[in-house]
């Protein structure tokens, strides 16, 4: 493998696809591999996704896994790193983006690096350092409901200042609207003050290709998927249909939903209301120790071949703190990806190649449970959410990986139309 350009660290996997899915749309060719490759890949590509499952664990194994995976992107030759987080700045006060992005400042002895998570083409941006999920505050968009990171701070100035021993500054819209040299003074009268992490306001697109150049040499960006639209242009690429080229589809068609994002329960409602067949999987059935993911494959075996399934852990805020009352915060969600990952895997091996998948930590589940490494990254089907190729055990396979906060309601149904 030549050199690559940009190297990116995603802190889980729905979050490297969509990082991934904005660099190829804007003329990279992308390779995605989950966790950090053993050496070399032998793809010619312009940028390299290290897809982590390090948002919700300790803050000591995220900043380790992180380092892992910069130092295989250093040693391909990247000319410049990314980390990535989700757009709604899913953390806690303990991290894990300012531990990660910390120590990847030390290991790059830069002082000074962005962060921000705007993504406006998903309803995602910053004004005076808040942040927006459509037309309200982060606090106020359902992620304060969130089971595992509840975010009821919509200042990331804020939150960012919590998580690091750096001082968090911001690069304001007024900045930002006046472009690459309005921006980089900005940046130097902040380094001025000691402030090693800026917030960046961006509530455009336009925002975000202004905020690219200003960029360009900076051994470090951090940011969700929104900055990467920028960024190519730095290194002399434009966009090009070529770089999202994937094989043709075929096969069985099915959908495993773990998110319980406001989003992907409306995907689930659409879905089942469409008439197609959907099967809940039940948390207490599992821990009471039933079968559940045998029992599931049974169900699906006969429905496959009359088009796409849906499987769904997917639940409303209320019933899930029900059933993280009876079994634990952090013993319901294993239960339930290891469920789905096992459900996955069954799948595949029924002759399913086109496999949609939602949310982050279900996509993580499933993608390490299906033994795959690396996925190339081809056409977008919403703002965030491409389809991938990948190689399996059983065979290749198309799938994507939904965050869950993204798509449109029609999504699941939506995606398979959308495979060459």
């Given at each position: 493998m030549?050199?690559?350009?940009?190297?990116?660290?995603?802190?889980?996997?729905?979050?490297?696809?969509?990082?991934?899915?904005?660099?190829?749309?804007?003329?990279?060719?992308?390779?995605?591999?989950?966790?950090?490759?053993?050496?070399?890949?032998?793809?010619?590509?312009?940028?390299?996704?290290?897809?982590?499952?390090?948002?919700?664990?300790?803050?000591?194994?995220?900043?380790?896994?992180?380092?892992?995976?910069?130092?295989?992107?250093?040693?391909?030759?990247?000319?410049?790193?990314?980390?990535?987080?989700?757009?709604?700045?899913?953390?806690?006060?303990?991290?894990?983006?300012?531990?990660?992005?910390?120590?990847?400042?030390?290991?790059?002895?830069?002082?000074?690096?962005?962060?921000?998570?705007?993504?406006?083409?998903?309803?995602?941006?910053?004004?005076?350092?808040?942040?927006?999920?459509?037309?309200?505050?982060?606090?106020?968009?359902?992620?304060?409901?969130h089971?595992?990171?509840?975010?009821?701070?919509?200042?990331?100035v804020?939150?960012?200042?919590?998580?690091?021993?750096?001082k968090?500054?911001?690069?304001?819209?007024?900045?930002?609207?006046?472009?690459?040299?309005?921006?980089?003074?900005?940046?130097?009268?902040?380094?001025?003050?000691?402030?090693?992490?800026?917030?960046?306001?961006?509530?455009?697109?336009d925002?975000?290709?202004?905020?690219?150049?200003?960029?360009?040499?900076?051994?470090?960006?951090?940011?969700?998927?929104?900055?990467?639209?920028g960024?190519?242009a730095?290194?002399?690429?434009?966009?090009?249909?070529?770089?999202?080229?994937?094989?043709t589809?075929?096969?069985?068609?099915?959908?495993?939903?773990?998110?319980?994002?406001?989003?992907?329960?409306?995907?689930?409602?659409?879905f089942?209301?469409?008439?197609?067949?959907?099967?809940?999987?039940?948390?207490?059935?599992?821990?009471?120790?039933?079968?559940?993911?045998?029992?599931?494959?049974?169900?699906?075996?006969?429905?496959?071949?009359?088009?796409?399934?849906?499987f769904?852990?997917?639940?409303?805020?209320?019933a899930?703190?029900?059933?993280?009352?009876?079994?634990?915060?952090?013993?319901?969600?294993?239960?339930?990806?290891?469920?789905?990952?096992?459900?996955?895997?069954?799948?595949?091996?029924?002759?399913?190649?086109?496999?949609?998948?939602?949310?982050?930590?279900?996509?993580?589940?499933?993608?390490?449970?299906?033994?795959?490494?690396?996925?190339?990254?081809?056409?977008?089907?919403?703002?965030?959410?491409?389809?991938?190729?990948?190689?399996?055990?059983?065979?290749?396979v198309?799938?994507?990986?939904?965050?869950?906060?993204?798509?449109?309601?029609?999504?699941f149904?939506?995606?398979?139309?959308?495979?060459?």
């Amino acid at each position: 493998m030549k050199t690559i350009l940009l190297g990116c660290i995603a802190d889980d996997f729905t979050g490297a696809t969509d990082l991934a899915n904005n660099l190829v749309r804007a003329g990279m060719r992308v390779v995605q591999t989950i966790g950090v490759p053993d050496g070399p890949l032998a793809a010619e590509v312009d940028a390299v996704v290290v897809a982590l499952k390090s948002r919700t664990i300790a803050p000591s194994e995220a900043v380790a896994q992180s380092l892992d995976a910069l130092a295989w992107l250093q040693a391909q030759g990247a000319q410049q790193i990314y980390f990535k987080y989700c757009s709604t700045f899913d953390s806690t006060a303990q991290g894990n983006i300012g531990p990660v992005t910390e120590v990847l400042m030390d290991a790059l002895q830069t002082d000074f690096s962005i962060a921000t998570p705007a993504f406006p083409d998903n309803g995602r941006t910053v004004f005076k350092g808040h942040l927006f999920v459509g037309e309200v505050l982060l606090n106020e968009s359902g992620m304060q409901n969130h089971p595992l990171t509840p975010m009821t701070d919509p200042n990331l100035v804020r939150v960012m200042q919590a998580q690091t021993r750096r001082k968090v500054g911001l690069i304001d819209h007024k900045a930002v609207a006046q472009g690459e040299a309005a921006i980089r003074a900005r940046i130097d009268a902040l380094r001025a003050q000691g402030v090693g992490v800026a917030i960046v306001d961006a509530v455009s697109n336009d925002d975000l290709l202004r905020l690219g150049p200003a960029l360009k040499g900076m051994a470090l960006v951090t940011g969700g998927s929104g900055v990467a639209i920028g960024l190519p242009a730095n290194f002399g690429l434009a966009p090009s249909l070529q770089a999202s080229q994937l094989p043709t589809a075929t096969g069985l068609q099915a959908v495993v939903s773990g998110s319980c994002s406001l989003a992907t329960n409306r995907q689930v409602q659409h879905f089942i209301a469409s008439g197609r067949p959907a099967l809940a999987i039940d948390p207490l059935r599992i821990a009471s120790g039933n079968d559940v993911a045998a029992e599931a494959l049974a169900w699906a075996a006969p429905q496959l071949a009359g088009g796409p399934v849906l499987f769904y852990s997917t639940a409303d805020p209320a019933a899930v703190k029900t059933v993280q009352g009876q079994l634990g915060v952090e013993d319901a969600g294993a239960m339930v990806e290891r469920t789905l990952a096992e459900i996955s895997r069954g799948l595949v091996g029924l002759g399913v190649r086109q496999l949609v998948l939602a949310g982050g930590e279900t996509s993580g589940a499933c993608v390490q449970a299906l033994g795959i490494t690396q996925m190339k990254i081809g056409p977008q089907i919403d703002p965030g959410v491409p389809w991938c190729h990948a190689v399996t055990g059983n065979g290749s396979v198309h799938l994507t990986l939904k965050s869950g906060n993204f798509g449109t309601d029609d999504f699941f149904s939506k995606a398979f139309t959308l495979l060459p």
